[in-house]
């Protein structure tokens, strides 16, 4: 018998029990469906968070005191911007407060920083400047609004030279900056920055600093400038030679690739528990067909009695089972990517179609057919003709 | 003298039934040629039954030979044994045996399915075999929206479109009101003038009488 034979037989016995065939489908539905959103996700999240990190700057060393220690100073990124190779250096104190516009108030994170911050984090100033040297040397009381912020108290253009209230402390606004975008866990656009020397005089009370951003000359100097960073900032906290370091500088390429394989691990951890659904819908099938195989027992026998060979019978059984998996695996491919594409857009991060996890998806459950057909195909093919003749 | 289409040469089949061995067919030797129509008759017991099974290459002989259409059983596979059958033999059995929510001429394809016709052709020839059979107007009915008779009928066009050698009938009549037992029995006779040969397995001496011999089977052994 011709494959198109078979196809056309395993249809036309769907379109019989109709109501059957879509519930066994539905396990293989759900399961595909699921295995193609979580990966979708999975595959979201990575893309997001490499992009966001991408976007964080070039070139970008952070310095960050380990745990427990608050060894960083003001006076170590004035020494860390004396280093060779060093492009600029900002010092930042982060905490986070209300800010209020008129009627309106946003609770945002407010950093405490210098006039290169916008270099070393790649920002783009929109509207007026950035915090100036000056500026920031005499603690004046300005501010550079981030775009979500800029946002949020419908300031425009205009709010230039105006003045916000942040934790009721009158602010001068002198720049409202370019939109990063991306989303997820942080909102980079989401944030104020203010001269370093106000959060510490007015709202955090500390002289050390939470984090040094650095930006390196080249990324062929990466290493180099490290290197010379841990040297000096060893020295100026006067640490023994044995002695661990009282910080850890960690740059951009690190950064990403410990996300990356963060994110990579959830999206297999996710499509494998999804996984999981798939096998439970392909022991579904196995039951239909098990079922169908002795419902139709009488059927076999008339077909081999008609001439059908045992491997006819087979391959109609299996033809079966593999037909619901397919359509099921198709219908789930279908809904497991409108799925993924829905999270996307609320979470923010886009649809990203892969080809490769259609693929994988077609595949799977083209197995799954296979591996749970094949058993009550071989049952059927098995059946002597004379007892099956005699079924009732 | 033409070859015989049917050969056995002293035939056993026995059962093994709860350690005691059951001989439902007893060296039975027996011969029909090409274009005979050969009624099988006994009780039930008689091994008509095993005889069918036997006949039909459903089963094999414990002991003993048979050749169908020339060829030996016993030296046949599964497979080629299905391949030997489909091509040979058309089967009418007593319960019809029709495939259950398929229209009568679907019913009447699934041979030629097996034998790699194509659909043109398999159309065009189970609807030429229901219409001889005074089914032309009924080829999309499912069996349950046929009656008996017309059952019996789908199932005879079943087993004439793959233009067997031989007919194998076990029973035809034996769900059948006498009505449409006569119709049936006519069928086979109107088939049988028409050159083919035709073995019916009957419990019922009057129908066995359109048969131009007569087998009696008693206790797996031919009764003379």
Known sequence: MSPLELIRLAFSRLRTSRLRAALTMLGVIIGVASVVA??????????????????????????????GSSSLTLDDVTAVAAVANVAAVAPELQTSGTVAAGDKTTDTSIIGTN????????????????????GVEQKLRTVVLGATVADDLSLGADAIGTEVTIEGLPFEVVGILQAKGGTGFQDPDDQVMIPVGVVQKYLVGTGSIRTIGVSVASVDEMDAAKADITTLLRQRHELAATATNDFSILDQAQLLETASSIAGTLALLLGGIASISLIVGGIGIMNIMLVSVRERTREIGIRKAVGARSRDILAQFLIEALTLSLIGGLIGIVVGLGVSALIGRVAGWGFAFSPTVVAVAVLFSLAVGVVFGVWPARQAARLDPISALRWE | MVAPIIDLDRVSRTYAMGGLAVHA???????VRPGEFVAIVGPSGSGKSTMMNILGCLDRPSAGRYHLAGTSVADLSDDALAHLRSRTIGFVFQSYNLLPRTSALDNVTTPLLYQNVSRRERVARATAALERLGLGDRLAHEPSELSGGQQQRVALARAIVTHPAMLLADEPTGNLDSAAGRDVMALLTELNAAGRTIVLITHDAEVATAASRQIHLRDGRIAA
């Open chain 1, 38 to 67: 979580l990966v979708g996700v999975g595959q979201g999240t990575t893309s997001n968070i490499t992009s966001r990190l991408a976007g964080l700057g070039t070139n970008l060393l952070t310095i960050n005191p380990t745990s």
């Open chain 1, 115 to 134: 006039a290169s911050y916008a270099m070393v984090r790649a920002y783009k100033v929109w509207q007026g400047t950035f915090l100036t040297t000056v």
């Open chain 2, 25 to 31: 067919l007893n060296d039975v030797s027996l011969q």
